[in-house]
């Protein structure tokens, strides 16, 4: 038997995360992430919450988070992960109301601790190199170090370029085009822009679209903060609003919310990009609309399970409609589980080459299982 809020007082001086996650009560935010954080010199803790696809953040000293832990989390999210200096590990809420510790793995060395000199990756940006855009958006301090609470993020961004940069290395000098699908805070876009247009010395134009008007705000703020003039971003929804009618050579997406990942490998299709990129998340669209029909039904009963299996089935039938579309594609992990569970990149190129055996495979199982997923829908209307 486990108490979340006692096993996070013990590992609270290490700890780099907290995520509670599926609410157990309707009441209760969707998803809340504790990270610590230094505001003016003072150790605290910096909660997040999301609430109608807005982020909102309360800083809080230690014994504030605890008392709020255990009277305000604890029993209403069925499941937490807890990553620490010890371990990274993830309760999952049971029936009577405590917790069951269902994994675990030793954590490895990161920044700052004792043991960073083991750190030898080399990263396509580097620490102290000059990126200001990146102090704008808090990932590095202003002498251009990482921001210890945001070395998740940092990572992330540095491997989605490796993954960027393995692919186009012999893109051919001049422009490139891209689009980037629900940017929200745009790290990634601007270090695409930084990437293409001052270390490969390319006329990158580069567009971030997202729902929220005051992060689209921000961003063309700091964008104009550093003359970065063909770097824009439009407030817009993916799934309805008119997106951009010129050339494009690439669409990106790292981490758009649930079906804004379909919009965007659609519009790729629609609109014959070459290169696409896409991290995917909260694949929920299967997982609430899958019944039980045949063989795979023991892979429906349990809802850790069931949900792994839906998001693993919606990215396979993505990479099903762009293989059937003439696409070639990499399905490539992301990033080590314990910096991201949405770790699984598509990386895909346009070769012409249409394949259609998993998508009839696809639609075999659209036809048993009865689930709806946008893409197919979107590509294959006649046949959804
Ligand atoms: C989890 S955030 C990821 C942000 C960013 N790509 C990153 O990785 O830091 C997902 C973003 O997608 C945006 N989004 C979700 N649905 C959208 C839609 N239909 N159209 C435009 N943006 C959308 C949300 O507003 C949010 O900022």
Known sequence: MARVYQELEQVLPTLSKAVYSQPADVLAAP?????????????????????????YHKNLEAEELLLLAERELEG?????????GRESAQYVLR????????SSSPSLPRPGGPESHNRTKEYILREGENIPALVDLGIFTPDFKIVRSRYDKYKQINRFIELVDQELKDYPGGEISILDFGCGKSYLTFILYYYFGVKRGLEARII???????????????AGKYGYD????????????????EHIDMVVTLHACDTATDFALDYALRHGVKYIFSVPCCQHEINSSIHKGGQLDILLQHGIIRERVCALLTDSIRTAVL??????????EFIDFEHSPKNIMLRARYTGKERRKSLEQALELKEKYGFSQKLLELQYPEKT
């Open 31 to 55: 998803k809340v992430t504790v990270r610590p954080l230094v505001i003016k010199g003072r150790p605290c803790y910096q909660m997040e919450t999301f609430k109608d696809n807005k982020a």
């Open 76 to 84: 209403r999210y069925r499941q937490v992960l807890l990553v620490s």
């Open 95 to 102: 029936q009577r109301g405590d917790y069951k510790k269902s």
């Open 208 to 222: 971030g679209y997202d729902l929220k008007a005051d992060v689209v705000e921000n961003c063309n703020r700091i």
């Open 230 to 245: 063909r770097l824009r971003f439009e407030k817009a929804d993916v799934s309805c609003d008119l997106l951009s009618q």
């Open 323 to 332: 293989q059937s579309r003439g696409y070639e594609i990499d399905v490539i």
